[in-house]
């Protein structure tokens, strides 16, 4: 496991040294985490670049509640697992493993996540001050992220569900004004980070007119 290191400590941008092409083209969705916990040096360091993110009108609305004590983390990965499975009654009328269909890996792989979040070392539940639009805080989270693969943490954005937000909001005594956005598992990965299957460019990118292809096409 890695060292501790000093939280308190003046902290340093170079313990972000991995180059910012590297952690974003092996970056990806880490659903399976290993139990090790994670030093608060490195929560700091990954909130530190989270906060540098920049924000509509420079308002910084976003707030971090993050979650490290396993009693409260098991609670929450109850009512995580109780949302996982309401969303997937919403969307695809699932409600059991036996619906879910063999070839659907994606789908199986965020069931298990659903199952095992309980064990998760850390979760950080991205919110925000009201209005606290959505895009002023995903940059905060992918900033958040993006420093997780540099230090070797995994982790993939979740959400949750109506049914359980009032119960959430309850367990962690977050004030009602507060606005959820995200909800990010984080760990040491049990296997590899990318490389990643996207897309191409010239599938998904226009030049000036919509439609119109990019040169590379």
């Avoid at 659903?114 to 998760?120: F, L, S, V």
């Avoid at 895009?135 to 900033?143: D, F």
């Avoid at 490389?195 to 998904?204: C, G, L």
Wanted: hydrophobic share 45%.
């Amino acid at each position: 496991m890695p060292a501790t290191g000093d939280a308190t400590a003046a902290f340093d941008p170079a313990r972000l040294a991995m180059p910012i092409g590297e952690a974003m083209f092996s970056q990806r969705a880490i659903r399976r985490l290993r139990p090790d916990p994670i030093p608060m040096a490195d929560v700091r360091a990954m909130l530190e670049a989270a906060v540098k993110a920049p924000s509509g009108g420079n308002q910084q609305w976003a707030r971090f509640l993050v979650l490290n004590d396993p009693e409260r983390i098991r609670e929450f990965g109850q009512l995580y697992h109780e949302a996982w499975w309401a969303k997937r009654r919403d969307i695809e009328g699932w409600s059991g493993p036996q619906d879910i269909p063999a070839g659907a890996t994606v789908a199986r792989s965020a069931m298990r996540l659903a199952g095992e979040i309980g064990a998760a070392p850390l979760i950080v539940l991205v919110l925000a001050e009201p209005p606290g639009p959505a895009n002023s805080v995903i940059t905060c989270a992918q900033n958040l992220m993006l420093a997780a693969r540099a230090l070797g943490i995994g982790s993939v954005p979740t959400t949750l569900h109506p049914d359980v937000m009032e119960r959430v909001y309850a367990l962690f005594d977050i004030p009602s004004r507060a606005v959820f956005h995200l909800c990010i598992p984080m760990g040491y990965p049990r296997g590899n980070f990318g490389p990643t299957a996207r897309r191409p460019t010239a599938e998904v990118s226009y030049l000036n007119t919509w439609g119109a292809p990019v040169p590379w096409a």
